[in-house]
């Protein structure tokens, strides 16, 4: 494994690349943020939002794929405080147990900002069926909750006649992606990877759902598609998740704190809504060798919030180390024994990346503490 000189990101993030120095496209994404004219991005972004503005009468003129997390704070508050446009909320609830302060929030962004969320719970018979056949054929068990955050906010944009739909920052271009592109549009989301390239026949034949089952996993018709324009708030703003998270506590939003001090995270602001879900995106970690410890450190170092010493030791000692209680929940949620559970995640470490040690206990051969 090889890593970015400033930050800690590894090269085994799909879709990662590097320059010539040795620096991530996660890190050069941010670098080139000082040569944008902000100020005419905002106006680019005035201008967009002039255009739909009022559109539907006294209706709604824009939508919002929100989760109640710290982005979606921000983004309503953008929408409707700052660019005074009338929003319309979508968002798909996983099923699982919520946490205390994933209760609150998604209750919070309505009492706060004044919008009407329409959520969407997915079939739980058919979201157990999925969970458990892509956690033991590709270590992504949450793909069907997935597919429907991309799938559920276009299909309803498209039925409310609201064709601003906001999204938030452009994950491959911020962070680093095979579909990395300076764009505020968001039309081409559904092919980012993380909730595509799974064949709708495959799921048929052996994850015991039907066809009726996966109707909302489909994407609107391409000439729906093209009637909608989804936006990256990210594009017209700086993004930065920790100053999200500042101004969304400063607006009634809840982190963990007090709550759960999760053993595989460095901060307690990001996806707290359940403990089940946060399997999914460790499972990162046998298959790429690091996970959301890392994410964050590299996040942490590109703000300029830490040096990029202080971000190895945090992913030392906490990116490997998958928190019990998400295991607990996940298990209980589809089934498994906890012995069952881990002999799955078992099989998906890569061998060319990890070695057991003398404990029997998987560990990178390359780790950034010892690059």
């Known amino acids: 494994m090889r890593y970015c000189k400033k930050c800690v990101m590894p090269d085994t993030r799909p879709g990662i690349k590097f320059d010539e120095n040795g620096i991530c496209s996660g890190c050069q994404s941010y670098e080139h943020r000082k040569d944008i004219d902000w100020e005419a991005r905002f106006e680019e972004f005035k201008a967009l939002c002039d255009k739909y503005r009022g559109m539907n009468g006294d209706g709604y003129d824009c939508a919002i794929a929100v989760s109640g997390g710290k982005d979606s704070h921000f983004q309503v508050h953008m929408m409707k405080e700052v660019m005074h446009m009338n929003p319309i909320l979508f968002s798909v609830e996983d099923n699982f147990p919520m946490t205390e302060a994933g209760k609150h929030n998604i209750r919070n962004i309505s009492e706060e ?171 990162k970690y046998p298959k790429f060798g690091h996970q959301g410890a890392t994410d964050y450190a590299s996040r942490f170092v590109r703000y ?47 061998r060319d990346i990890f070695e057991k040690d003398d404990t029997g206990e998987w560990v990178l051969k390359d780790p950034v503490w010892e690059s």
Not at 154 to 159: F, G, N
Not at 308 to 325: F, I, N, Q, T
């Open 304 to 350: 300029g919030y830490m040096s990029r010493e202080e971000a190895v030791k945090l992913v030392r000692d906490h990116d490997s180390k998958l928190d019990p209680l998400c295991v607990r929940d996940f298990c209980e949620f589809c089934g498994y024994t906890e012995t069952e559970f881990w002999k799955i995640v078992d099989s998906f470490y890569n």
């Open 113 to 283: 900002f004044g919008c009407p969320i329409i959520s969407m719970k997915p079939d739980i018979k058919a979201q157990k069926k999925l969970m458990r056949y892509m956690f033991e054929r590709y270590g992504k068990p949450t793909w069907y909750v997935d597919r429907l955050i991309y799938t559920y906010p276009l299909l309803m944009a498209a039925k409310f006649n609201t064709p601003l739909l906001v999204y938030g920052e452009n994950v491959s271009y911020e962070y680093g992606g095979s579909d990395r592109k300076e764009t505020y549009s968001a039309r081409e989301q559904l092919n980012n990877g993380v909730a595509s390239g799974i064949d709708e026949q495959e799921l048929i034949e052996n994850a015991g759902v039907c066809v009726k089952d996966l109707y909302l996993t489909r994407a609107p018709k391409q000439a729906v598609l093209d009637s909608l324009d989804p936006i990256y708030l990210s594009y017209f703003v700086p993004w930065n998740s920790v100053a999200n998270a500042v101004f969304a506590k400063k607006r009634g939003f809840h982190d963990l704190t007090h709550e759960w001090d999760r053993t595989q995270c460095v901060e307690n602001f990001d996806q707290v809504d359940s403990r089940a879900y946060l399997v999914h995106p460790w499972l």
